[in-house]
């Protein structure tokens, strides 16, 4: 070998040209608590807390303003698509889930809420068979499901509640068996005849209760004048349909009921005899009728009269099962004269409400309107807010209307 061939090998490693990179044991203390606790972990436990982690970062990113902001424009720029566009329906419904699981403040699921359904679950759905007003009455049928069962009224058989939502075609909406009152939507509710019949079975495939539609489609084959009938046998409105002197009239709520009509029923209407005899027994005026040791049925022009006739009735019966159960019999209650209230207790029936303003409102109208905002603030659903055309109060539209 050459000198100059000596003279070029390097024998000696070069400076190094950078600064020393500390490795990742170099940067761990052995003694240090937290190493100590994370490498004697589990796997599985281990595991478990990566996947909090990782769902604590993908919640923070869905409870943020700039991506519920984001979710609105595509669900905004869906609709402009078209009435039904593709993804549109899933969009909305993980807009609603958004919404309900931050409820009150709350960043967790809806399994922690009783799993929130929204009532007004028709984003985006389009029906042939759905006549004009449908949608909204669907709406207001399901939140007064909601109602019954948030003011633990709610039975488990035979207990349901109607509306008829087209007169030229007798068409009424019942919830199908099978559902509990609190999972009413404005979806699963089934359309069905005078008869029974199904016209439009809704989102699932179960069946109406023929035997607790009995009832309602002899009142609506009698009754041109009611569109939505409530029928309840809560242990209070029981217990007075077995008394021999019915609802007697010893409070405001019991004299608002006005004439109180009573039928020895059985269970269902099998006959068409005992269909004409409840026909005859309800009149062409009452609006409220006593099953004898069953329960109570009330009528309503509207779903809101309806339900301002149930509530009175069964505020009626429980205050007369506290008064009987104290006072030893009804011979130590004082028992109004009801012809002498009903000038004033009818009249506001009759004349409906003014609250100053050119717009009157119907009987049960201005309680069934706050309750419907109370059913929205249960789960928080602040997409939009209205203005309604009667009240003025800003109402969140997206759960009930």
């Not at 000596?6 to 490693?13: E, R």
């Not at 499901?145 to 009224?153: E, K, N, P, T």
Request: proline residues 4%; glycine residues 6%; hydrophobic residues 40%.
């Amino acid at each position: 070998m050459s000198a100059d061939a000596i003279q070029g090998v390097v024998t000696t490693p070069p400076p190094p040209s950078m600064g020393h990179k500390d490795r990742y044991f170099d940067r761990i203390n052995e003694n240090d608590p937290e190493y100590l606790r994370a490498r004697n972990m589990s796997p599985d436990l281990r595991q478990d807390l990566n996947m909090m982690d990782q769902k604590k970062r993908v919640t923070q990113i869905l409870q943020s303003p700039a991506f519920k902001d984001e979710l609105e424009g595509l669900i905004q720029e869906q609709m402009k698509k078209g009435n039904n566009p593709t993804g549109l329906l899933a969009l909305r419904q993980i807009a609603d889930l958004i919404m309900t699981s931050s409820m009150a403040g709350f960043s967790t699921s809806p399994l922690s809420l009783g799993m929130v359904t929204l009532i007004n679950d028709l984003h985006g759905m389009e029906s042939s068979t759905f006549v004009k007003g449908e949608k909204l009455t669907r709406c207001k049928l399901a939140s007064l499901y909601r109602l019954v069962d948030l003011f633990g009224w709610a039975h488990l058989a035979s207990s349901y509640i109607t509306v008829r939502v087209s007169k030229e075609q007798d068409h009424v909406l019942i919830i199908p068996r099978g559902l509990s009152f609190a999972e009413a939507t404005a979806s699963n509710l089934v359309k069905v005849n005078i008869i029974g019949d199904v016209v439009d079975q809704g989102c699932t495939n179960l069946s109406i209760d023929h035997a607790g539609f009995s009832p309602h489609s002899a009142i609506y084959s009698m009754r041109p004048d009611s569109r939505c009938i409530v029928h309840l046998h809560t242990p209070a409105a029981a217990a007075v349909s077995s008394m021999k002197c019915g609802i007697l009239p010893i409070s405001q709520e019991a004299l608002i009921l006005g004439d109180i009509a009573y039928f020895n029923y059985q269970g269902c209407l099998d006959e068409s005899e005992e269909k004409v005899e409840l026909q005859k027994a309800l009149g062409p005026s009452c609006k409220v009728l006593v099953l004898r040791n069953h329960g109570v049925v009330a009528l309503g022009e509207t779903i809101e009269e309806a339900f301002h006739y149930i509530y009175n009735a069964q505020l009626a019966c429980e205050i007369q099962v506290n008064a009987l159960s104290c006072s030893g019999g009804v011979e130590n209650l004082i028992v109004l004269d009801l012809e002498k209230y009903k000038a004033v207790t009818q009249g506001v029936a009759v004349g409906g409400v003014s609250m100053g303003t050119q717009q009157k409102w119907k009987v049960g109208e201005l309680e069934f309107e706050s309750l419907m905002r109370m059913l929205d603030n249960l789960v928080s659903v602040t997409w939009k807010t209205t203005t309604t055309k009667k009240s003025g109060f800003a109402e969140k539209k997206c759960l009930v209307f």
